[in-house]
């Protein structure tokens, strides 16, 4: 009778082990497996440099947006305003410069506006897209309001206020410098727009994971009684992730309008799920309290390399919305099963 009472937990400890092994990184295998399918089906098309760097390009936008969603989420959050604050920022901006350029009137083309101009319309599309990220936070810290209401109702708002502002038509004038030299220019063969989203992935990672607001953020999505209680100052964390994710989508904004020299006032409103999708699938928890940011730049290639291999592959695209569906719920199952792994640890 006592050997089979030790052997019972033997093998259901020998059993979690497994499980925290293979969900440990399934979706960095996944995505390892995905490339070697579309690698050995397609070598030429999808291997090529062209392709790669069109990936990495298509990734970059997504890709800081979704550090600020990953900031949120750790959290105990949610942020669906991500979109329309970029559509926001990005009409703000581009507005402001042409104002300051003397081309008020221009609709389309490029403009002469110098290096001063651009970096006034950058810290414009920052600084909008931060003051919509404190008003979800006050919203949501202090005014105690749900953050799936705070951030739906913003979504709303900063979409209408963008249209206010555009008479609900693009902006398809930008600085000609910004569209050459950020948009399409490189540095040593790299993308800069892969650069600035290399840039915010890192600082974001080594703040989130190697200093002590990290730590706090992590501990208030953990339990937010306990961090209270512990002295850390809950509000202004959870105000001060949401004005990340703001800033996020300012300088999302920015990259928005280099790369397509127009604003894109009608073409971000999947953007919010896009990048909750590619955060959970990164592993952070919809719960809060546990994720990376690394987990996030594999979970937001993951949609992006599904569409690029269906494409080359002549399959519909639309099936890349049913495979990224089906990923999403297995995330979110694994997500579930550590959480009660974690609470029977």
């Known amino acids: 009778m006592t050997t089979t009472t030790a052997e019972a937990p033997t093998r259901r400890d020998t059993g979690d082990l497994l499980f925290r092994t293979l969900t440990g990184g399934w979706i960095f295998l996944l995505l390892i497996v995905l490339l070697s399918i579309f690698l050995v089906l397609r070598p030429e098309q999808f291997g090529s440099a062209y392709n790669v760097q069109q990936l990495t390009i298509n990734a970059a936008i997504f890709l800081v947006l979704a550090v600020g969603q990953t900031y949120v989420i750790i959290s105990a959050g949610i942020d669906l305003s991500v979109g329309s604050v970029l559509v926001f920022s990005s009409v703000v901006s581009s507005k402001l410069m042409l104002y300051l350029a003397g081309d008020g009137g221009t609709s389309f083309g490029t403009t002469d506006a110098g290096w001063g101009i651009i970096l006034v319309g950058v810290a414009a599309a920052v600084l909008a897209g931060m003051a919509w990220g404190l008003l979800n936070g006050f919203l949501i810290a202090v005014a105690r309001i749900p953050a799936l209401i705070v951030t739906l109702g913003t979504m709303g708002m900063a979409l209408g206020g963008a249209q206010i502002l555009s008479d609900g038509v693009d902006v398809r004038a930008m600085p000609e410098r910004l569209v050459n030299d950020i948009g399409a220019g490189s540095i040593a063969g790299i993308p800069v727009l892969v650069l600035i989203a290399a840039l915010c992935v890192v600082v974001a990672g080594i703040v989130l994971h190697k200093t002590r607001y990290g730590l706090q953020v992590f501990a208030v999505g953990s339990h937010i009684e ?12 959870l105000i001060s992730v949401y004005a ?7 300088i999302a904004a920015v990259m928005a309008n280099a790369r397509f020299g127009t604003t894109t006032i009608n073409g971000h409103v999947m953007d919010n799920l896009t990048t909750i999708s590619a955060v959970v699938l990164g592993g952070t928890s919809l719960f809060g309290g546990a994720g990376s940011v690394f987990g996030t730049v594999v979970g937001v290639f993951i949609p992006i390399i599904l569409l690029n291999g269906f494409v080359i592959m002549g399959i519909p695209p639309f099936w890349q919305t049913v495979a990224m569906g089906a990923v999403l719920i ?7 099963l550590k959480r009660r792994l974690r609470k029977r640890g």
């Open 330 to 336: 297995l995330a979110v199952w694994v997500d579930q």
């Open 244 to 250: 990340l994710s703001g800033a996020m989508a300012g």
């Open 226 to 237: 306990a961090a209270r209680r512990s002295g850390i100052a809950v509000n202004r964390r």
